[in-house]
């Protein structure tokens, strides 16, 4: 009904620079919140970024100053331009949509990309 594919992950040297996309197809009539979340070996998915449809933003501390997330509305699309990437960043990350509405329905629903490795490495 719904998909999300994320593209633009790969290895990265320390302090270099990687851009991911997330689309989302379906019979979509509006998404609330688009956002990126990652997940490292051992350890729980944490929110990196979001954005809501009105455009404000919030960051992980740790990532703020370096990544920026912005949004499509009209390609259902969220990016995420990660600057001076550090080894702390290397996991796997996801797109999620939330507050999803497709045409025909008034219920809402949350979806997930299937995720992109993003390894930072010299």
């Known amino acids: 009904q719904v998909q999300l594919v994320e593209t633009g992950g790969g290895l990265v040297h320390p302090g270099g620079s990687l851009i991911l996309s997330c689309a989302a197809s379906g019979s979509i009539f509006s998404i609330n919140t688009m956002g990126w979340y990652r997940q490292a070996p051992g350890k729980q998915r944490e929110l990196v970024a979001a954005?809501?449809?009105?455009?404000?933003?919030s960051y992980a501390d740790s990532v703020k100053g370096r990544f920026t997330i912005s949004r499509n509305h009209a390609k259902n699309t969220v990016y995420l331009q990660m600057n001076s990437l550090e080894p702390a960043d290397t996991a796997v990350y996801y797109c999620k949509a939330e507050g999803v509405v497709v045409h025909g329905s008034a219920r809402e629903y949350d979806y997930w990309g299937q995720g992109t490795q993003v390894t930072v490495s010299s």
């Open positions: 954005i809501v449809r009105g455009g404000i933003t």
